[in-house]
């Protein structure tokens, strides 16, 4: 995958793309040598591919299929998983069982895919049985959950390899740099030529119609909605942010929520809580006291 690796220079920054965890991903290098350039770029793919092979529910040779494939049984994770779980843990109890690693099952029934293809509540009432983090045993390193349920990191995945990556370049870039995960991103310091990072906030209408823009010097913004993955049927449409309780898209949830955070997966983590929240996203937002962006 490493022939997939772009590497251009706009101005005084390097900016490197590729692909990873289902998205576009660029890494912003402010710096001189395209050789430098070149090496740390490579080394944050291999780091993204690196987490994406440890977390992915699609592969067959990783700790998650292990874990959804062990009937019950218990499985010993090691030292990073453990991290993971310990955090899936915090935000479950956090949010009252709102984010819920184990509600990935419903992917089962919804497919958001632009169609109509809404699912009757026969198909997703069975689910509903093999979802639930209270069911789940975690002593660790020793993890076990009922014969049929399942984990899905991928909610908290993507936003974990934007830190490790950008904490990886901070230690080993002399400039600023920037990290974007499919519009999930993270500044280590504003670059001297402009004194800060020029983002766009996509809107609903897609990826090439930014809804706002903003002046970024350092930290984290993460943006959670429904521009591509939805479902539209006779004039409704239904975001894949689900509750996992009900198993059903949230009502009244807003278009996209952005959230500026310290980190990637903390900004993350409150962005896709603010959807789950429903009609009281920026009341929940506020009660934080997050700075955040809100499309309704």
């Not at 479950?92 to 184990?102: I, K, P, R, Y």
């Not at 029934?109 to 997703?124: K, L, R």
């Not at 399942?150 to 870039?173: F, H, P, T």
């Not at 239904?238 to 009244?252: A, E, F, K, N």
Request: net charge neutral; glycine share 8%; charged share 25%.
């Amino acid at each position: 995958m490493k022939d997939t690796l772009r590497l251009e220079q706009r101005g005084p920054i390097w900016v490197g793309e590729f692909r990873a965890m289902a998205s576009p991903c660029e890494v912003h290098l402010e710096l001189r040598s395209k050789k430098l350039a070149r090496q740390l770029v490579t080394q944050a793919q291999n780091e993204a591919l690196r987490v994406e092979r440890l977390f992915s529910r699609y592969r067959s040779d990783n700790v998650v299929h292990r874990i959804n494939t062990a009937g019950g049984k218990p499985v010993t994770v090691d030292e990073e998983t453990a991290r993971m779980l310990d955090f899936a843990d915090t935000c479950f109890h956090a949010s009252n069982g709102l984010f819920d690693v184990t509600s990935g099952v419903l992917r089962e029934a919804w497919t958001f895919d632009g169609s109509d293809n809404v699912p009757s509540a026969a198909q997703i009432e069975p689910l509903l049985a093999r979802i639930g983090w209270q069911r789940v045993s975690w002593n660790r390193p020793h993890f076990s959950m009922p014969a049929g349920m399942q984990i899905d990191l991928g909610g908290i995945g993507k936003e974990y390899a934007v830190d490790r990556v950008l904490l990886m370049l901070r230690e080993r870039c002399p400039g600023a740099c920037l990290v974007n995960f499919g519009g999930d991103l993270h500044a280590s310091k504003p670059p001297q030529a402009t004194g800060a990072w020029s983002v766009g906030i996509e809107s609903r209408q897609g990826e090439d119609d930014a809804s706002a823009s903003l002046q970024l010097q350092r930290g984290a913004l993460t943006t959670s909605g429904d521009a591509r993955r939805y479902l539209l049927k006779e004039g409704v449409r239904y975001s894949h942010v689900l509750d996992p309780m009900t198993g059903w898209p949230v009502v009244g949830a807003p278009a996209a929520v952005t959230v500026a955070g310290n980190t990637c997966i903390e900004a993350g983590i409150m962005s896709t809580l603010a959807l789950l929240h429903g009609a009281d996203a920026e009341a929940f937002l506020e009660r934080h006291k997050a700075h955040f962006w809100v499309q309704r």
